[in-house]
């Protein structure tokens, strides 16, 4: 006789949203945040991508370019008597541009893996993606770093170098619900402060070859008024431009009002910003720009954000003379950072040559995975 499988004591919810951290409807941003921090830990080994409670509250506050879904699998009770979160899933539509893309996120207590827990939530969040009409799905599997070479349960990409596990809980997972390999991005981390002398020299270095065409701006948190329609031309041409290999991805629509919106949401966040941006001083235009941004509760830790420079502008070594002259400042103003960390398609070989020869070294990655929603699999048994 067989025995009966055993009920499961865990359930899916749609949570509550809520506009403040201490509402009591606010568990599930909580609860999400540490089964974040527990999942970086137990798979990465640190928790510096977990997203916190009010990343996730300002978040599904905004859903001016972009809708979220979430879903949360709970089972018992906190400490403080609110819903346990043992799984999640966060389901973002772009709602401006890419409106064809599904992006998804699944995440699920190690203590709680190999229960259908998971599977539960793609099932769902995938017939949400088909009720709204999108098209193709991206999810992201994170690494604490790549397989040596000749690993033989390493796959690789698509397209470009970097190679991932097969043997990863969201390898597997992923692969099992019909998603494939398209690119391997890099997570590059710098040791700071460099000293002064060596950022200096670098300085000195590109400016030399950049010249006198171009003048450089530094300032903290807002653009100034008389650039923010050029910051949001610089952001559509970084969304046109990045190498993404066969990322179904198309350019994003950005003018003022978009910049203005991300950066309240970073002010929500609590982050603070710090842009370096190069006008072309005969037409008085920015050719490019570099942002770092960090929270204050995270002291140690700085996050390099999009830098770009416009194609006409290439070659002048203004991507180097940006980030060099963003570090300085950056070390101005917070010298208890320890590290900074940034993220690269491996296909961007121009991007992390800048970052190597600033002294980032490889930090992990995440495998970028697509599928037409048409052959996304239901995954879950019976
Ligand atoms: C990937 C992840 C979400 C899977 O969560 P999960 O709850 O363990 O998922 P499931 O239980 O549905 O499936 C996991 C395994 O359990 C098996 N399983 C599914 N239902 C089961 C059940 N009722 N009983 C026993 N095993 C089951 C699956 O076949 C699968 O087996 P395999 O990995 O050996 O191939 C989890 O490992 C995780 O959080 N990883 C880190 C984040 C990540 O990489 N996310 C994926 C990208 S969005």
Not at 75 to 80: A, I, L, Q, R, V
Not at 176 to 202: K, N, T
Not at 234 to 259: C, F, K, Q, T
Not at 278 to 301: C, F, N, S, Y
Request: with cysteine; aromatic share 4%; hydrophobic share 40%.
């Amino acid at each position: 006789m067989s025995t009966p499988a055993a009920t499961p004591t865990w359930r899916l919810v749609e949570p509550p949203r809520a506009d403040r951290l201490d509402a009591p409807e606010a568990w599930a941003y909580h609860g999400v945040a540490a089964l974040e921090r527990a999942v970086g830990l137990a798979d990465l080994g640190h928790d510096d991508l977990a997203p916190r409670a009010v990343d996730l509250l300002v978040g599904d506050r905004h859903q001016e370019h972009a809708r979220t879904h979430r879903l949360a699998a709970v089972d018992g009770e906190t400490s403080h008597g609110a819903p346990r979160v043992v799984g999640h899933g966060e389901l973002v539509l772009p709602v401006s541009d890419n409106r064809h893309l599904a992006v998804v996120r699944i995440a699920v207590l190690p203590s709680h893996r190999g229960r259908g827990i998971g599977s539960a939530i793609a099932d769902r969040l995938r017939r949400v993606a088909l009720t709204e009409c999108r098209t193709t799905v991206f999810a992201e599997v994170e690494l604490a770093h790549e397989p040596p070479d000749g690993a033989p349960d390493a796959l690789a990409p698509r397209e470009g170098p970097g190679r991932v596990s097969a043997d990863l809980p969201g390898m597997r997972f992923a692969r099992r619900a019909g998603l494939g390999l398209e690119i391997v991005a890099r997570r590059s981390v710098l040791d700071v402060p460099l000293p002064d002398d060596v950022v200096d020299e670098v300085v000195a270095g590109a400016a030399a070859r950049a010249g006198d065409a171009y003048r450089l701006h530094t300032w903290q948190g807002p653009a100034p008024e008389s650039w923010v329609e050029q910051v949001a031309a610089l952001e559509h041409s970084l969304s046109e431009d990045e190498p993404n290999g066969g990322l179904a991805l198309e350019p994003e629509r950005w003018d003022g009002r978009r910049v203005r919106v991300e950066e309240a949401k970073r002010a929500e966040r609590g982050m603070t910003l710090l842009v370096t941006a190069a006008e072309h001083v005969p037409t008085g235009t920015l050719a490019g720009m570099t942002i770092l941004e960090w929270a204050d509760d995270r002291p140690e830790l700085t996050e390099q954000e999009s830098t770009v420079v416009l194609a006409a502008h290439r070659g002048h070594r203004l991507g180097l003379l940006l980030k060099a002259v963003n570090l300085r400042e950056h070390t101005r103003l917070r010298p208890a950072a320890r590290r900074i960390s940034t993220w690269n398609n491996e296909t961007n070989a121009p991007m992390l040559a800048i970052n190597v020869a600033l002294g980032f070294r490889p930090a992990g990655g995440s495998a970028e995975l697509q599928a037409p929603l048409a052959d996304v699999v239901p995954l879950s048994r019976g």
